[in-house]
């Protein structure tokens, strides 16, 4: 009755309800997912990685010698000191920031459970591509004519010799480094494996 005689008052009455602005059927309607099903059990693809396989291949009693592998392609040779030689295993490359030990250097750090007992940084620092406190005593990969004169862990590439004394180190290191670094910069993992199959 309120409508047919004062539609201008029932519009606006307190007991006028008022529609809602959606239909019944939108609100009862489910929201499709902003997910599928799919894309939430799609595992995410893994990080890009570098593998670098050192072969060692001649042991000596103050040297090791090896070479180096990336992708199944020869790289170059290594020379290790056999006293300090690391354990054969798994690790991860980093690369020390500057202002701290071995700074911009190349270092080798344990990934792998038979590795702990080696005198390097453990596990959970590998997981950052920057290291943020590099020991002294670490391991690095790097440049250098002959391992006699060190006592630590390094392994030094260049083209084989002698046994324990490389050529051409220099260069070799340098190309080697770069590419190990762009990958780092990528975001890729860089893993060194060390395998011994002694002649």
Do not use: F
């Not at 990685?49 to 180096?68: E, F, V």
């Amino acid at each position: 009755m309120l409508n047919r005689c004062y539609p201008h008052i029932a519009q606006n009455h307190p007991l006028t309800p008022t529609l809602p602005t959606r239909s019944m059927h939108t609100l009862l309607t489910p929201h499709p997912p902003t997910h599928s099903m799919h894309t939430l059990l799609t595992p995410h693809p893994p990080t890009p990685s570098m593998h670098i396989l050192l072969k060692r291949y001649r042991k000596k009693p103050a040297t090791i010698d090896g070479y180096i592998k990336i992708a199944d392609t020869y790289i170059c040779d290594t020379a290790e000191s056999a006293a300090h030689a690391l354990p054969p295993g798994t690790y991860s490359i980093v690369i020390s920031q500057k202002g701290e030990t071995n700074a911009g250097k190349l270092i080798i750090v344990s990934t792998s459970p038979s590795s702990h007992s080696s005198p390097i940084l453990s596990h959970p620092l590998a997981s950052s591509p920057i290291l943020s406190r590099p020991l002294a005593s670490s391991p690095i990969l790097t440049s250098g004519n002959g391992v006699y004169t060190y006592r630590d862990s390094r392994i030094l590439v260049g083209k084989y010799i002698a046994p324990g004394c490389l050529s051409h180190s220099g260069s070799i290191y340098k190309t080697l480094s770069d590419r190990i670094r762009r990958s780092i910069k990528r975001g890729h993992e860089v893993t060194l494996q060390i395998k011994e199959e002694y002649r």
